[in-house]
């Protein structure tokens, strides 16, 4: 197989719009990561050995959150040594930007696609990713006022 692409995302409607890209899966050797929910483990039935797991966590635990972020961020230095990607495609959020990171490090390819249930105003991840991000992809055309570098190529959805 050619190009080996890393696609990661949070659990909810991140991982929804993430999982709509699924028909690329049968065209790279993909590794798929999230964070580990009751309502996503199933994919593991599905993806096997193709799917990591990062441990939940919510800015709302502001006490836990950053023990969690760190540990995410290791796991993710971790999974991406293993996998060793071309590229990297993320939804979002938090749980994403490690990994975004990591792969500028290494240089490899960031590709961030900004989510749907923003129309008007940034996510922090898409703030953060959108300096090293090689393509930013935007989902509504206003957005292109905000992220000016960005592509505009519609919905997922």
Known sequence: MGKKVLFISSTGGHLSELLRLSPMFKKYDFHLVTEKTDSNINLKD??????????????????????????????????????????????????????????????????????????????????IVYPIADLFIVQWEEMLKLYPKAKYWGLIY
């Open 46 to 127: 599905k993806y096997k050995d193709k799917i990591s797991y990062l441990v939940y966590g919510t800015k709302k635990q502001i006490l836990i959150y950053p023990f969690k972020f760190i540990f995410n961020t290791f796991r993710s230095l971790r999974i991406f040594l293993k996998f060793k990607p071309d590229v990297v495609i993320t939804t979002g959020t938090h749980t994403a930007v490690p990994m975004c990171y990591i792969a500028k490090l290494f240089r490899k390819k960031v590709v961030f696609i900004e989510t749907l249930a923003n129309r008007k105003t940034k996510t922090v991840a898409g703030r």
